[in-house]
């Protein structure tokens, strides 16, 4: 069974930074890749950022581009998600999935409100 805990999320204003962690509970080198989603009331669940796990290869949503950065912590089997310069569009639940060799695993999600 794995465990991805999310957190970090909170409120902030236009303009200003959060920084997102997903902690596994095995190492994340038994994934292929790990990610972060996101989804707003009313609006399906989109990807925000992607990364391969051995290599740390990255993509990234044209909406996020320039502004997000994820990245990972192998001796704390985490990923994190760096979040700067924030709009109010990017108000959303944010997840943690990990991709493996079968069904992926998600966490629990965190909220992250952006004000203006």
């Known amino acids: 069974q794995v465990q991805l805990v999310e957190s970090g999320g909170g409120l902030v204003q236009a303009g200003g930074s959060l920084r997102l962690s997903c902690a596994a509970s095995?190492?994340?080198?038994?994934?292929?890749?790990m990610g972060w989603y996101r989804q707003a009331p009313g609006k399906q669940r989109d990807l925000v950022a992607r990364?391969?796990?051995?290599?740390?290869?990255?993509n990234y949503s044209d909406s996020v581009k320039g502004r997000f950065t994820i990245s990972r912590d192998v001796s704390k089997n985490t990923v994190y998600l760096q979040m700067n310069s924030l709009k109010p569009e990017d108000t959303a639940v944010y997840y943690c999935?990990?991709?493996?060799?079968?069904?992926?695993?998600w966490g629990q999600g965190t909220q992250v409100t952006v004000s203006s």
């Open positions: 999935q990990a991709e493996g060799g079968g069904w992926p695993y």
């Open positions: 095995r190492s994340i080198f038994s994934f292929l890749a």
């Open positions: 990364i391969i796990t051995t290599d740390g290869i990255t």
